[in-house]
């Protein structure tokens, strides 16, 4: 089983619609992250938290919000989905290494 | 922005052949990492180096950081065609809450 789960894994929705793509993991940790992938590019970072009590804003984070609802569990919001948001997100975890393990993403598309 | 960028943006090989792919950064680091991504997926870790490290190897990678130059190198060995992919450097850096950086990624075919 994947350690990183993402929800839903394709979704496609119209300008000004609310939409929320849901992480979990398995693996305990308390570092979590979203992120963003445009076509042949790297990943931006959206929003991080560390633990359910503390939320940070990446590098960019506007038109985004999160909610850490459990350790397992971090969500991202798109309040009001415009095209530009139109991209590839993945979830990430970090525990006590370096190292982060994604999740399988989901692919975005705002018409 | 991007602190990492990678060098070449494309790569194309025959199996069996090493392939080598450079990352610049701009800021002090903590360490440096090098993940993969397959066509559309996540990515997926395959080497971590510190900043007080000089080369790494793990199986057929081999990793070199020269700091003073602010830069990386990953090298593949007896390259195969399942190694085709998208190499992406990522930096942890000073000051940085300990967030990943990364670049824009060498897109990387080997040819059978």
């Known amino acids: 089983d994947a350690d990183v789960t993402q929800t839903p894994r394709n979704r496609i929705t119209k300008t000004g619609k609310r939409i929320m793509l849901e992480c979990s993991q398995t693996?305990?940790?308390?570092?979590m992250y979203w992120y963003r992938q445009d076509p042949g590019l790297g990943l931006r970072l959206i929003y991080y938290?560390?633990?359910?009590?503390?939320?940070n804003k990446g590098e960019i984070s506007d038109g985004y919000s999160v909610s850490r609802q459990a350790q397992a569990k971090f969500s991202l919001s798109l309040e009001s989905a415009i095209p530009n948001q139109t991209a590839l997100y993945f979830c990430?975890?970090?525990?006590?290494?370096?190292?982060?393990?994604f999740g399988p993403g989901t692919r975005l598309t705002v018409l | 922005s991007q602190q990492g960028e990678e060098d070449p943006q494309a790569l194309s090989i025959q199996e069996g052949e090493n392939a080598t792919m450079n990352c610049s950064y701009k800021?002090?680091?903590?360490?440096l990492q090098w993940y993969r991504q397959n066509s559309g997926r996540g990515l997926v870790h395959l080497i971590l180096?510190?900043?007080?490290?000089r080369e790494k190897h793990s199986g057929r990678l081999r990793v070199t950081l020269d700091t003073s130059k602010k830069s990386s190198s990953l090298l593949i060995t007896a390259s195969r065609a399942a190694d085709t992919a998208s190499y992406f450097c990522?930096?942890?850096?000073?000051?940085?809450?300990?967030?990943?950086?990364f670049g824009s990624g060498t897109q990387l075919t080997v040819l059978p």
């Open positions: 990430a975890s970090r525990g006590n290494t370096d190292t982060q393990y």
């Open positions: 693996k305990g940790h308390d570092r």
């Open positions: 938290s560390f633990d359910v009590k503390d939320i």
């Open positions: 800021t002090s680091i903590n360490n």
């Open positions: 180096i510190r900043s007080n490290e």
């Open positions: 990522a930096t942890d850096a000073f000051r940085s809450a300990r967030q990943l950086t």
